[in-house]
């Protein structure tokens, strides 16, 4: 399974930004989906996970009212909206996809990996 992101860029606070996250190959290994994070100097970090069908989603307390993810298993795509930016949210955010179906947030659940997209808010 391949995972590419997109849609990172520079923007300012209170601008919004929306990331996608295709996938290949194995498609039909690639259940629960998730975005990570990982800001300069920070550990890695959940932002937010949907489930294979798409009804579940987890949100992290950072971000939650401020983001959106979404999923389409025909075009299988991954998206997240991201609104209200704050320098905060300066990171490189990671698609990451499950064999299992369930939406989770811990990063052990995850069998692939995205190469990330960068994300840079200024004020």
């Known amino acids: 399974v391949r995972l590419v992101e997109s849609g990172g860029g520079l923007v300012q606070v209170g601008d919004s930004l929306r990331l996608s996250c295709a996938w290949s190959?194995?498609?039909?290994?690639?259940?629960?989906l998730a975005w990570f994070r990982q800001g300069p100097g920070k550990e890695r970090e959940f932002v937010s996970g949907?489930?294979?069908?798409?009804?579940?989603?987890l949100y992290s307390d950072s971000v939650k009212g401020r983001f959106a993810i979404s999923r389409d298993n025909a075009n299988h795509t991954l998206t997240l909206q991201m609104n209200a930016l704050k320098v905060e949210d300066t990171a490189v955010y990671y698609c990451?996809?499950?064999?299992?179906?369930?939406?989770?947030?811990?990063?052990?659940?995850?069998?692939?990996w995205g190469q990330g997209t960068q994300v840079t808010v200024y004020s």
């Open positions: 190959g194995r498609t039909g290994s690639v259940g629960g």
């Open positions: 949907i489930n294979w069908i798409g009804r579940r989603k």
């Open positions: 990451a996809a499950s064999e299992g179906e369930a939406a989770d947030r811990r990063e052990g659940e995850f069998d692939y």
